[in-house]
């Protein structure tokens, strides 16, 4: 016991996000139950005393794996055809963290940035070095066609035949990134986040998600932050840093996030979103596209939506 009286417990949580875009009604419950179980699954995590890294590695895997989303298999394809895939984590007990940018072979980047993290010298590594160092740690590479499903087939090739001869590049939809972040039982808190980027980008093009301080931050003073949206305008004011700032100075998760996407807006008139987490447990989440998905853990009981850009949002 304390000298000054008992201490308060420390509540673990876990929020998770599957990108803030004008998600099409068809894919709301899809979004949703996606979510939802990526939440459940990290949340076990939590449950049995794990670490915050371990859960929102898991919550991600989960996210990557399922492909209503644009993050490993069910990504998006670049201008030639291709998935390009970016992934970060991020431990805020240490602000150790680790990213890969552009891998194509990798089902589950999440895990190659955390052996990135825990087992280089390195924080982020690229491309064909990123699935070298894949292969030297164990991790299986599976053909790039395996990471496409139908749905995003079909809308490269029409995208292909409508942008011939020229082959301009589209602009998109902000995207389904995807990200978690929580709270353990010690106080530790991590993110994650995990993308495809934006559809039919120019190959190597690389948007905010795997940039430290831009797609994620954690940090156990303060808070931790996963972003979605306008790759381009997130990273132009490091929103994942400067929630975490806001935090520090004082302000509530809530209304950290409620901030970060006005100077998103204000400075940018980009899109975007952001789920964040106080070092207490409290949570914020705000948006200025037409939706978010999301889940969080509250109590015993996963919620889970996909909110409207006019919900105002205490979770």
């Known amino acids: 016991m304390s000298l000054f009286g008992p201490s308060k417990p420390i509540l673990p949580a876990l929020i998770v996000h599957g990108g803030a875009w ?57 201008c030639a055809g291709a998935i390009e895939l970016d992934a ?65 087939k079909t809308r490269w090739q029409a995208e292909r035949a ?28 991590a993110v994650a986040t995990s993308t495809g980027g934006t559809f039919y980008k120019h190959p190597g093009r690389v948007g905010d998600s795997p940039l430290v301080g831009c797609g994620a931050y954690a940090d156990d003073r303060s808070g931790a932050v996963s972003a979605t949206g306008e790759g381009e305008s997130l990273m132009r004011v490091v929103i994942s840093k400067s929630v975490c700032d806001l935090m520090y100075g004082g302000m509530s998760a809530q209304e950290a996030a409620d901030a970060g996407i006005g100077l998103l807006t204000r400075r940018t008139s980009g899109q975007g979103g952001l789920i964040v987490l106080g070092n207490q447990g409290d949570v914020g989440i705000a948006h200025n596209t037409s939706y978010l998905a999301h889940a969080y853990v509250k109590g015993e009981k996963i919620i889970g939506g996909v909110l409207k850009r006019s919900d105002v949002r205490q979770a």
């Open 162 to 189: 409508e942008r011939q001869p020229h082959g301009d590049l589209s602009r998109g939809h902000p995207g389904d990134t995807v990200g978690a972040v929580g709270l353990d039982l010690s106080g530790h808190l």
């Open 88 to 152: 970060i984590i991020m431990d805020g007990s240490d602000l150790n963290l680790g990213a890969v940018i552009g891998v194509q072979r990798v089902r589950n980047p999440v895990t190659l940035a955390r052996l990135v993290m825990t087992e280089s010298e390195h924080a982020i590594l690229a491309c064909e070095g990123a699935e070298a160092f894949a292969r030297r740690r164990g991790l299986a590479l599976v053909p790039n066609s395996e990471l496409a499903v139908e749905r995003e």
């Open 22 to 78: 004008d998600i099409p009604e068809h894919l709301h419950q899809d979004s949703i139950d996606g979510c939802c179980e990526a939440a459940r699954k990290g949340w076990e995590v939590l449950e049995r005393g794990g670490s915050a890294v371990d859960a929102v590695e898991a919550a991600v895997r989960m996210l990557e794996d399922d492909p209503t989303f644009d993050a490993g298999r069910g990504a998006v394809l670049n």
